[in-house]
């Protein structure tokens, strides 16, 4: 077995420097790598660029990078959620490029699978394909979209070991695994982490190969976005 | 004239049995409380869930398990998780059969236009350009004018595009229309509205031939 374990977060993010790029799993605020972002806000990192599929809230989840003004560029197919991330935007201090949902995630498996680009068919005709390489096949238009390259990759997952395996629960799983493997350093946290061994080889959504470090998170506040709910009859 | 529920419900009827459907924010939303109950019929969310449920009893939400717009959610019998470049292989690789939108345009030629107003903050496309780029299957719910009155159903789109070609059928409050070659095609007229009021709404090509049948709903 190759240990992937680190003691705790600090030593998970050990390397991040100014301007780099990275990865943050997540869709809206579930599944989001909440003990490395605290970690990043509290290291003060600055001029990052950031992969991810939304921005996070005013108060959590990326929204903490942004309100320290850690990020330089968000990289995101919707950010609709936060305050001062439109403030940030509209006064140009942060750059925004919005990219299709599905291109986003396909971007990072990529990465991950040793593709430089994929052809897609999202976007043809519209501004996200100004500039971009475009192709028939099959008399359909197609848009040339590159991997993303990316120095950390931060993910979470409900269970792991110190393999690096990883099992996701629910919807919380979404970009997570896709971008495991798909930065210099994937860096994974996990609500428990189990001793080599436990989990069934067949369970695992992702083989520990595609991850670097991982640790079992602090706490996770698990805080949902639009609580939706139904009476009792 | 139809409400947006009314809409809904016209746009269940198009829902048939063995369908695994995609349903936008809005309008979309609504159609999964009209669709026959004698049918097998799955909901996708593209952030990773397909065999989507109804909201969760109070005090059983779950922040791990959501739709794409962010709210708790159940799952059904038969349900899965996945990824999301999985989600997209199922839109992208057309596995799902039917996608229902919401659209700020449309244009005769198929063309919409449903993410961003220039001037206006833009939150993002999110899925909706990998879902009309790859559905084979689009109808698109909406209201047949914007709230200035003016039409919806335009000979070219003004907005920036969300996909190009892609729209086959739209239903509003007024109108159900095919999109064809030549033009928006009138399929079913709203109760009570004539075909004079449905022309006097579009400003695209309107093809009416023969008798325009009233919806059932």
Redesign the interface.
Known sequence: MINKQVAGVDEAIKGIADNMTCMFGGFGLSGIPENAIAALVKSGVKGLTCISNNAGVDDFGLGLLLHQRQIKKMVSSYVGENDEFERQMLSGVLDVELIPQGTLAERCRAAQAGFPAVYTPAGYGTEVAEGKETREFDGKMYVLEHAFKADFAFVKAWKGDAAGNLIFKGTARNFNPNMCGAAKITVAEVEELVPVGELNPNHIHIPGIFVQRIFQGEKYEKRIEQRTVRKRE | MLDKNGIAKRIAKEVQDGYYVNLGIGIPTLVANYVRDDIEVEFQ?????LGMG????????????????????TTLPGAS?????M??SM??GQHVDLTILGAMEVAENG?IANWKIPGR??????????LV??AENIIVAMMHTNKAGESKLLKRCSL??????CVKKIVTNLAVLEVTDNGFKLLERAPGVSVEAIQKATEGTLIVTGDIPEMAI
């Open positions: 969310s593209e952030n990773g869930v109804p909201f969760p009893f109070e005090g059983e939400e779950d922040a791990d398990i959501i739709n794409a717009g962010k709210q708790t959610i998780f996945f990824d999301s470049a989600s997209f839109i992208r063309d903050m833009v939150k993002g496309m999110g899925g909706a350009m990998d780029a790859s920036p595009l969300t996909g190009v070609g």
